[in-house]
């Protein structure tokens, strides 16, 4: 995607995630605030972010690979373990990585 | 929480343009978007090679818990005409939280306004600042900011997995992504993964709630 096309999507994309808001606000209120409802809900969340970690750490091109993203990912994790704060555990990641690829990794 | 907004919202904006979107761009989905999330999901896609359809299906869903706010706000704030189109946009995790976080209804209305009105200005904010300098990066594999995606969600669904359902789905959702990855378009595998977790959410119920299924059909 790039120019009038990725414009499109970013537009659109915002526009369907302001109606998805809008909707919550508009929609009587016994029709949503049922705790099934709210625990798939959750479980789709946690399986679209899941699946986006897998895409962004392990393939490229439409193959499964492994290479110094793996240990930025891992490095990641460590952080979260120790209850770091998002920015940190992105940077984290990205230092590990780049220092990786700088000693002559994939 | 504003410095914690600040910092999530340059990682956005930097990761956004490294993803191949440019600054007005990246500043059009944190005005429009504005659920931080939804616009992560977004980048992710597109960064991959996704179409416009799974691009804008990923970040719709992403944003649905959005719409289950609505319910817990909407009372609470009582708006009614134009000012409900204003509320709906500033409905996100933050502004929720605080409002209903409250006792008396008028500490939740200005709480939920507060959050709400003072997130869109920082997060916006931040994105530009990120943005210029995701801008400036040059090569984003030198610098690994690919992995640092990864980390992004990583961090966005660490939370989320404090429950055994929850680590069962996000571990389904990594095999199906990565199994369908090769054979399927790019995005698609990602859409899929959902439609695993609706289908885990909607038949295998959790421990207290077949007990309390099973109790409803003894009763009857």
């Keep these: ?106 | 929480m504003a410095v914690a907004t600040g910092l999530y919202g340059i990682s956005f904006g930097a990761l956004s343009v490294v993803a191949g979107l440019n600054v007005a761009q990246t500043m059009a989905l944190s005005l429009l978007m504005f659920s931080g999330g939804s616009q992560f999901a977004f980048i992710g896609v597109a960064g991959s090679g996704g179409s416009p359809g799974a691009a804008i299906a990923t970040a719709t869903l992403v944003g649905v818990r959005n719409a289950l706010y609505g319910p817990q706000v909407a009372p609470l704030i009582e708006v009614s005409g134009p000012r409900r189109l204003l509320a709906a946009q500033l409905t996100i995790d933050e502004s929720t939280a605080v409002a209903t976080a409250q006792r008396d209804p008028a500490a939740a209305r200005a709480g939920f306004w507060w959050t709400g009105g003072g997130v869109f200005v920082l997060w916006n904010t931040f994105t530009l600042v990120g943005a210029l300098l995701g801008d400036a990066a040059g090569d984003p594999r030198r610098y690994g900011l690919d992995a640092a995606a990864a980390a992004a969600f990583l961090g966005l669904v660490w939370p989320r997995l404090s429950n055994p359902t929850a680590r069962v789905v996000a571990g389904a959702a990594v095999v199906v992504a990565l199994a369908t990855t090769p054979v399927l378009p790019s995005g698609v595998p990602v859409l899929l993964a959902a439609v695993v977790a609706l289908l885990i959410g909607v038949f295998w119920r959790d421990e207290p709630a077949r007990a309390s299924a099973l109790q409803e059909e003894v009763e009857r």
Excluded at chain 1, 15 to 43: D, E, I
């Design chain 1, 1 to 106: 995607m790039k120019g009038a096309v990725l414009w499109f999507a970013v537009i659109a994309a915002g526009a369907a995630t302001f109606a998805v808001k809008l909707v919550g606000h508009l929609l009587p209120r016994h029709w949503l605030a049922k705790p099934q409802v709210a625990r798939v809900a959750a479980l789709v969340t946690v399986a679209l972010l899941s699946a986006l970690v897998a895409v962004q750490a392990f393939t490229s091109n439409g193959h499964v690979v492994l290479d110094s993203r793996v240990a930025g990912l891992a490095a990641a994790a460590v952080a979260l373990v120790a209850k770091a704060p998002f920015v940190v555990v992105v940077l984290v990641a990205a230092v590990v990585t780049a220092l990786l690829r700088w000693a002559g990794l994939p």
